[in-house]
């Protein structure tokens, strides 16, 4: 099974600010790699597939970016509507999908 | 658009059989698979399996293999999640999802159903 890990557990940003969100691989997954955004009492929503490729009606200060086994994703300047948990999820291994632990943005 | 619509709350008493659903309309049914995802409260999200409703094909996380069965309707574009004996600690919230086209890497999951409850008490 791939582990997927997460860095850091909880980010505290202020508005306005730069944040980057680390995921890594215990094997490589090529670019099979997705990010969610979960906000409380809702599912998650598909942002980035194929480890940079930004899904549709996401706004761009949202990028993905890595390959093989180092993933970040960074959102350049915090809006009130970002504050939430980001999981990634590697979908190479098949079938044995699996989610990192996630990482909270939260406000500083 | 595409939507993918699930069953409301249960609250079971371990023992008992449940099944939940997860209705979808907007795309072409039988072309993607469907995923199964489970959140435990406060908890990270957990890929449980996904049946593909084209020939009803089924792949488990082997965390999950004969504790769940996924199954599929196709006249009814909908999906099912079932349990024969539920336990306590198979309450969560349980996500379908649709994933990829057979035979690609696309397997994202993307849209999400809105999740269903599922509580398990004595």
């Known amino acids: 099974e791939v582990v997927m890990t997460q860095s850091p557990a909880t980010l505290s940003v202020s508005p306005g600010e730069r944040a980057t969100l680390s995921c890594r691989a215990s094997?490589?997954?090529?670019?099979?790699l997705a990010w969610y955004q979960q906000k409380p009492d809702q599912p998650p929503r598909l942002l980035i597939h194929g480890a940079s490729t930004r899904a549709t009606g996401v706004p761009a200060r949202f990028s993905g970016s890595g390959s093989g086994t180092d993933f970040a994703l960074t959102i350049s300047s915090l809006q009130s509507e970002d504050f939430a948990v980001y999981f990634c999820h590697q979908y190479d291994d098949w079938p044995r999908f699996t989610f990192g632990p996630g990482t909270r943005v939260d406000i500083k | 658009e595409v939507q993918l619509v699930q069953s409301g709350t249960e609250m079971k008493k371990p023992g008992e059989s449940l099944t939940i659903s997860c209705k979808t309309s907007?795309?072409?049914?039988?072309?993607?698979?469907i995923a199964w995802v489970r959140q435990r409260p406060g908890k990270g999200l957990e890929w449980m399996g996904m049946v593909y409703p084209g020939d009803s094909d089924t792949r488990y996380n082997p965390s999950f293999q004969g504790q769940v069965t996924m199954s599929s309707d196709d006249s009814k574009t909908t999906a099912y999640l079932q349990w024969s004996t539920l336990k306590a600690s198979d309450s969560g919230i349980y996500y379908c999802?649709?994933?990829?086209?057979?035979?690609?890497?696309?397997?994202?999951?993307?849209?999400w159903g809105q999740g269903t409850l599922v509580i398990v008490s004595s």
């Open positions: 907007g795309y072409v049914f039988v072309n993607y698979w």
């Open positions: 094997q490589s997954v090529r670019t099979n």
């Open positions: 999802a649709r994933g990829g086209v057979r035979y690609t890497d696309d397997n994202w999951f993307d849209p």
